[in-house]
């Protein structure tokens, strides 16, 4: 290839831009969610939160803050409980093939 075709084909790929992202919805409580559509576009605080165990930074990075506090009004008036939240960090993980993303671990005591 010659610097001029090679300059075409650059100019060419820059006038294409990025790589459109694609992403599908689930809902809960009825909040959508917008999630990525591949486990390489996640969030990595989000992902790390759910190695830690940490379910609801998990569900926070994943949905982001403010439909994490929509999802969160839709308790009320009373308050949002940790079982409540499990089966969204579940909904949230199943489709990235993650299991148990943001349950944390019971210790044992010896």
Known sequence: MSGQQAAKAAKAEVQKGPRKR??????????????????????????EAGEEGKSVIFVREMVGPEKFKEWKQTFAPRRWLM??????????????????????????DS
């Open 22 to 47: 694609s992403h599908f919805t689930i809902e809960d409580r009825g909040v959508t969610f917008k999630l990525p559509a591949t486990a390489e576009e996640l969030p990595g605080d989000a992902v």
């Open 83 to 108: 079982g409540d939240l499990e089966p969204l960090a579940e909904k949230l993980a199943k489709p990235y093939g993650f299991a148990n993303a943001g349950e944390s671990q019971a210790s044992e």
